[in-house]
C-alpha cells in the first residue's frame, strides 16, 4: 500500500466544486480518459442510441441514469462503446482487453446481473496474474449499481460487494460521497488491478464538494466521516448517511458515535477501525447487504480478533436482513437500515 | 431453416370462431389499457420502481397464448404484463402489486418486473435480460418427464437474443427435443440500441439454424400471423418434435421504460407502426368480416376500462404489507 | 426448523456399514430416487458417454470421479440426464424443472464454475418464492465439488460456499464424513427449498460407518464431533478433519478441545456453537475458504455479538489465505489449513 | 455461409517454403513428444492435478499458429499444452511448471490448466470450457483499438461451442468486426459425450451463419488444410473484415485426461484416426516430396527427444517455490 494520509488531507484543501455523486462519476471517467488514450469505456447504452443515424450524440442516453451521459460527445464512439446485452462478453472482452493493453472501464448496469458474467470476473481477471506467476495484470474497472431504496425490487437492488470482497485478486471499492467516488474512481482507473466500483444508485443526486482536478483518494484509506468518543459506527456506501443520521439523533442524547466509512472494502483498512474502537471500545457496523459472510461480518470478524482486548461490549451488526429485496415501498423501508435502528442499537450496548 | 411467413388476414382464421376471435379482442384491449393506464399511475406517482410496458405488442401475447391452458408455462421480461394477461392471471392482482400492495398478486413483494402466478403457468416476469430460457426449458422438461402434455413458452425481446442463455438453451432444447417454444417479440430495440446494432443475424430466427430447428418470422402486429405460427410451432412442441424459434417482428409504442426520453426514435417511425396499431387491425377484420358492430366492440372495451377502474379503486383502497412481511416467503422451512 | 435433536440420535443408533464418503452420496441419491419418481439427475457425464452405442451402461463413467457411476444402470438415461457443457442452461433447467413439478438433483462439477450459472441459482431460484409473494417453491439439489488438496489449481480448488450462504433463499450445506453425506443429502433432496450441496473432492475416498436405509439428517442441527472444555472449535467440511487432528496434539499437552461441525451453514445451528462457547469461553473457526466475508468471519461475528459476555479471549480464524489456490504441491499445503496451525492457534488463546 | 474446404495435399504447399515446413514439421513432433512425455511422467507421479494432452491435434495448433507473431494472442483451453508451444511458449518452463516447480512459465503456481505467457501472445490455458471466448474478443478489440495491427485466436473445443460465451462473443465479435479467428477443435467428444449428442449442430461451424460470418470446415488431421484455411480467416481479420468461425475435425489420441477408461470410444474408431496421424501424414509428404530425408527428420526427432530429456532433467533438479510465494502475485499493489 503506498496510500498515505497526507495524500487524503492534500485532497481535502484542495478548491472544491458542487455537485451530484452521479456528476463526479463522470467526472472522473472524463479525467482518466483525456489522460490516457488506453481507457475506454464500455458497457449498455453507455452511449446510447449506437449506429441510429439521425440521433446527434449529446442527444444519447448515456446509460440508463444518464452518468455517462455527454462522453461520447467527447471521445467518441470507438472508445465509449455500447456493447449489446451480453454481460459475460462484453465484461469478459474488458477483461481480455486489460491483459493485453488497454485500461477498460466496463459497466455492469445492476450489481445483481454479477450471475451473468462472474466467471470472467473472479475466475479469469482476478486470477490472471496469481495463476501465471505474476507475469499479468489486468487493469479494469467494473463499474456496477447498488443499493435498494427506489422500489427496482428482487433483481435490481441488492448489494453483494461482500461476494467480490471474499475473491482475491479483486479491489471493492464503495463510495459515499460526491468526493470520494470523483477520488476513489481515478485511483481505480489507474489502478493496475482489477476493481469493482460500487455505485450507490440512491446516492446518484446527492450533492457535494467535490475537489477540482485530478485529485485521487488513495485505497485502503478509511475516511472519518464523524469523530467521537462513545461508539464506533462502520458503515458502508449510503449506511455512511443513514449512521450519520443516527450520530446526530445520539449527540442529542450525549453520544458521541465514531462514523467511519472504509471507503474501499478490499483492500480494507484494518488499523483506522482498529484504532477507533480501542478509542470507543465498542462497535456497530453497517452494512445494506445481506447479513449472512457480509462485510459486516468480516469487519465484526476482524475486531473480534485483533480487537477484542479493547471492546466493552459486544458487536453489533445492522443489516438488511436475509431475504430478497422486496418491492412494496413499506417492505423496502423496513428492508434498508435506518438511523433508527442503528440508534437503537447503539444505545444496546452503550 | 427461416420460414418467413407471407399470409393474407384472412388465412388461417377459418378454424377461428366468432367466440374466440372476441375473446382474443378482449385480451388485446384488455393488455393495452392495462398499459395506458400504468403508463398514466406511473406519471401521477401511484406505481413505484420501473415500468416497462407492452402497449403495441399484444398480438404477440395473445396470439401465442391462445393456444395455451393453465398446465403449459411460459417465462416472461421485464415487460411483462402483456404475457401475464394473456396468460390468464387476474387483473386486481396485477394492479394491486404494481402498486405494492398486500393484494397483488406477489403481495407487493415482487413489483412490475416479477409478476408470477405459477398455477396459471405463468413463471413470472424476469428482471434478467434472458433468464427465462433455461427456464422454459426446465418446464419443458417436467412436461416432458412426467408426460403431462404440457409444452413452454419463452418470451424475450430482441436484445435477450444475444444473451449467453439463448443460446445455451435452445442447444438443450433441440438436443432433448424438449416441448418448448421460443418467442422473439422483436421491437426493434434493446433500450435505446436498434437491433442492427446489437445483433449481427438480419433475423433473429436465422439463428435456428444454428440448432437444426425451424425458425419462423412473422409480422407481430398481425394477430392471425402469430396465432398461426405459434399454433404450428405448439402443435410441434407437443407432438415431441422438439423446440422452434419464432420471431414476430413487433413495436413498443411508449419507451423502454417510463420515463424514457426517446431520442432514439423517429416521430415518422413511430407514427408507422402505430398506423399499424394490432387492435385497430383486428377491429376492422371484426367488423368487415360481420363478425361484431361497432357497438358490440365498444361495449366490451368499456367493460374492461371498468373492470380496469374497478380493479384501480380497489388497488388504492388496499393496504400496504405489513413491515413484518418483509421476513417472510424466504424459504418453505428454515 | 422442525429438526430436532432426537432425529440425529436415532440415526446414530441404526444399523451401519462401512462405506466412502463418494458412496455415501451416491447412495442417498439412490434412495431418493427409488422412492420418488420426480427426483431426477442431471449434470455433465453424470450418466456418461449418451448416445454412443456400443457402450453398455455399466461401463460409462458416472462422472469424472465416479460418484454417480451405477445410478444411469437402475434409473435409465430418462432420469440420469448427460447434459452438455452448458452450466446456465442446464443449471437453469434444473431451477425451472424444480419450480414445475420436478425436484431434480444437477451437478455443478466444479464449485468454481458457479461464474457460469450464478444468475440462475441466485437471481432466479433462490428468489422465485419471495418474488412471487410464497406462492412458489423450487426443490432443486445443486451438488458440486469444492476443496484444495489434489493440485487441481486455481480453477477447480474452491470452496465459495460463503458466496451461496451470503444470498436468502439458499441452503448451504457441507458434509465432513459419509454419514453426514447420506443423511444430508437425503434430506436436501426431500426439501423444498434450493439447496447447494458441497462435497469435498479429497473427502471421496475417506471411509466411515454409515447408518442403512433411509435416514435423514435435519439441517440447521450442528455435530459435536469432539467434546472438550478448553476451547471450541468449529470447523466445516475437511476442516473437521484437521480441527480433529489438531485437537489430539493439543490433548497430549491436556488441553481439551471441542471441535463442532456446523454440518449446515444456511440454517446455521447458533446454539450448539454459543453454548460451546459459553462452556469453554474460546473459539477458533476453521474454514479452507478465502478469508474475506467467508464463513469463518460470519461465525466470529455471531459469537462476536450473541456471546461476547462469554468470550476470554480473541476470536481467532484459521483459514486459506486471500489467495488463490496454487497448483505446485508445496504451496497447496501452505495454502490449506493444517492441523498444526490450527493448533498453534489454539495456544495462543488458551 | 459454411465453407467445407475439399483440397489436396499438395495445393496451398506452393507459398511454403522447406525451412518453414521443416519448421512446422518441428513444432508438431514437439507437441507430441511433449505430450507423450508428459504422459508418461503423470503415469509415474510426477505431475500432479489433471493432465489433458493434446497429442493427435497437433495440425491445428501449428496450423493456425504459423500465422501468428508474438503480437497476435492466442486463448487456449484446459487441453493447452499444444497451443503453448505452438506460440512459442518454452518448453523447459512448461516442463517445469508440470511438475510445480519454481522454474515454471508460472513459477508453479498455474500448472498444466493455466500454462501462460503473455509477452509470448499466449493468454493461458484455461480451466474453464468457454472462458477464453472474450477474452479473445479482448485481446482483439485491444489490437483494434490501439491499431496493433495483431489478432486474436480463440482456440476452443466441440463441448465448448454450447456455452454461453461462444454466442455471447460470436456476436459481439461480428458487430464490432474483432480481428479474431475462432477455431473450434472437435475432435468429436467432451469428456465421454460424443458431439452428435451434445451439439444440435451437424458441423459447429454451422454455427456461423448466426452471427452472419464465414464459418469453414476443414479436415483437422491435414496441416496444409488447417494452414490454409487458417491464413484466409487471419488475413481476412487482419484487412480489419471481422471474425470467421473455422472448424478442424481431430481426434485425440490419448483419452479425455490422463486416468480416463474411455470405454465410450471403440478401439476399432481410435484405430482409424491412429491411422491418419497428422505428424506421420506430414512425413510421407516431406519425403516423397523430397523435401526432407528419413535421416533428416530424424535428427530433428532425437534433437526434439533430447532437449525434451534434458528439461525433464532440469526440472527435476529445480526447487519447489518457497511456502511463502503462495502470498505473493495476487496483485499489483494492494
Ligand atoms: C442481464 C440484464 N442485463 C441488462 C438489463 C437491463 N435491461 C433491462 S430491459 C433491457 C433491454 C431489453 O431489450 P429486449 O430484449 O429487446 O426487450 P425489450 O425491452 O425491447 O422488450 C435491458 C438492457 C437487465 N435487466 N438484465
Ligand atoms: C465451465 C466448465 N465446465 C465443465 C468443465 C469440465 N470439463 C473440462 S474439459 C471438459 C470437456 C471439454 O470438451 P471440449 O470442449 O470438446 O474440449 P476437449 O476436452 O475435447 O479438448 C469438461 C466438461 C470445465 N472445466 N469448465
Ligand atoms: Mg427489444
Ligand atoms: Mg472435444
New binding site residues.
Given amino acids: 500500500m503506498v496510500a498515505t494520509a497526507t495524500t487524503v488531507a492534500t485532497a481535502a484543501t484542495a478548491a472544491t466544486q458542487t455537485m451530484t455523486y452521479a456528476e463526479a462519476v463522470r467526472e472522473a471517467m472524463r479525467i482518466a480518459m483525456r489522460d490516457d488514450p488506453r481507457v475506454i469505456l464500455m458497457g449498455?447504452d453507455v452511449a446510447g442510441g449506437a449506429a441510429v443515424d439521425h440521433l446527434a450524440d449529446e442527444d444519447a442516453w448515456g446509460g440508463p441514469m444518464g452518468v455517462t451521459k455527454g462522453l461520447v460527445q467527447e471521445f467518441g464512439r470507438d472508445r465509449v462503446l455500447d456493447t449489446p446485452?451480453t454481460?459475460a462478453g462484453f465484461i469478459g472482452a474488458a477483461v481480455g482487453a486489460a491483459a493485453t493493453g488497454l485500461r477498460p472501464i466496463a459497466e455492469l448496469?445492476f450489481v445483481d446481473?454479477f450471475g451473468?458474467c462472474m466467471d470472467q470476473i473472479f475466475d479469469q481477471g482476478a486470477k490472471f496474474r496469481y495463476m501465471f506467476g505474476g507475469k499479468a495484470s489486468c487493469p479494469v474497472v467494473i463499474r456496477t449499481m447498488i443499493g435498494a431504496g427506489v422500489s427496482a425490487a428482487g433483481q435490481h437492488s441488492g448489494c453483494h460487494y461482500s461476494v467480490f470482497t471474499h475473491m482475491p485478486g479483486i479491489k471493492t471499492v464503495a463510495p459515499s460521497t460526491p468526493a470520494d467516488a470523483k477520488g476513489l474512481l481515478l485511483t481505480a482507473i489507474r489502478d493496475d488491478d482489477l476493481v469493482m466500483f460500487f455505485e450507490n444508485k440512491v446516492l446518484y443526486a446527492m450533492k457535494g464538494e467535490v475537489p477540482d482536478g485530478d485529485v485521487a483518494i488513495p485505497f485502503g484509506v478509511a475516511d472519518v466521516k464523524r469523530e467521537g468518543s462513545d461508539v464506533t459506527i462502520v458503515a458502508i456506501s449510503r449506511m455512511v448517511h443513514q449512521a450519520l443520521a443516527a450520530a446526530e439523533e445520539l449527540a442529542a442524547d450525549g453520544i458521541e458515535a465514531e462514523v467511519i466509512d472504509p471507503r474501499t472494502l478490499s483492500p480494507l483498512d484494518d488499523a483506522t477501525i482498529l484504532e477507533s474502537v480501542a478509542k470507543t471500545h465498542r462497535l456497530v457496523v453497517v452494512d445494506e447487504d445481506n447479513p449472512r459472510c457480509s462485510a459486516a461480518a468480516d469487519i465484526a470478524a476482524l475486531v473480534a480478533d485483533k480487537g477484542f482486548d479493547t471492546l466493552d461490549a459486544p458487536i453489533k451488526l445492522v443489516t438488511a436482513p436475509h431475504t430478497p429485496v422486496p418491492f412494496s415501498p413499506p417492505l423496502e423501508q423496513a428492508y434498508v437500515p435506518s438511523p433508527e435502528k442503528i440508534a437503537a442499537m447503539v444505545r444496546e450496548i452503550v | 431453416m427461416v420460414v418467413t411467413q407471407e399470409r393474407e388476414t384472412e388465412a388461417g382464421t377459418a378454424e377461428l370462431d366468432r367466440e374466440t376471435l372476441l375473446g382474443m379482442y378482449e385480451r388485446m384491449v384488455q393488455i393495452r389499457t392495462f398499459e395506458d393506464a400504468a403508463g398514466k399511475s406511473f406519471a401521477a406517482g401511484l406505481v413505484p420502481g420501473f415500468v416497462?410496458l407492452y402497449a403495441g405488442e399484444e398480438a404477440v401475447a395473445v396470439g401465442v397464448c391462445s393456444h395455451l391452458s393453465d398446465k403449459d408455462v411460459i417465462t416472461s421480461?421485464?415487460?411483462g404484463h402483456g404475457h401475464c394477461i394473456a396468460k390468464g392471471v387476474e387483473i386486481e392482482g396485477m394492479v394491486a402489486e404494481l402498486m405494492g400492495k398486500a393484494t397483488g398478486t406477489c403481495k407487493g413483494k415482487g413489483g412490475s418486473m416479477h409478476i408470477a402466478d405459477v398455477g396459471k403457468g405463468m413463471l413470472g416476469a424476469n428482471?434478467?435480460?434472458?433468464g427465462g430460457f433455461p427456464l422454459a426449458c426446465g418446464a419443458a422438461l417436467t412436461a416432458k418427464t412426467l408426460g403431462t402434455g404440457g409444452v413452454a413458452v419463452c418470451f424475450?425481446?430482441?436484445?435477450?437474443s444475444n444473451q449467453g442463455t439463448f443460446h445455451e438453451s435452445l442447444n438443450l432444447a433441440a438436443i432433448w427435443k424438449l416441448p418448448v417454444v421460443f418467442v422473439c417479440?422483436n421491437?426493434g430495440?434493446?433500450?435505446a440500441t436498434p437491433v442492427h446494432y446489437h445483433c449481427s443475424a438480419t433475423d433473429v430466427a436465422n439463428r435456428a439454424g444454428a440448432y437444426e430447428i425451424p425458425g419462423v418470422v412473422v409480422d407481430g402486429l398481425d394477430l392471425f400471423a402469430v396465432y398461426e405460427a405459434a399454433g404450428e410451432a405448439i402443435a410441434r412442441a407437443r407432438r415431441g418434435e422438439g423446440p422452434t424459434l419464432l420471431e414476430a417482428k413487433t413495436y413498443?409504442f411508449y419507451g423502454?421504460f417510463q420515463g424514457d426520453t426517446i431520442t432514439y426514435r423517429t416521430e415518422e417511425e413511430v407514427l408507422r407502426f402505430r398506423e399499424r396499431d394490432p387492435i385497430a387491425g383486428l377491429k376492422r377484420y371484426l367488423k368487415e368480416q360481420g363478425l361484431a358492430t361497432e357497438e358490440e366492440l365498444d361495449a366490451i372495451d368499456s367493460r374492461i376500462v371498468d373492470a380496469l377502474d374497478g380493479a384501480w379503486e380497489a388497488a388504492k383502497a388496499a393496504p400496504f404489507p405489513k413491515p413484518e412481511e418483509t421476513l417472510t416467503d424466504v424459504y418453505v422451512s428454515y
Fill in positions: 449498455e446485452i454481460e448496469m446481473f451473468c | 416497462h421480461t421485464n415487460r428482471g434478467i435480460v434472458g424475450f425481446g430482441d436484445g435477450a417479440e421491437n430495440y434493446a433500450e413498443r423502454h
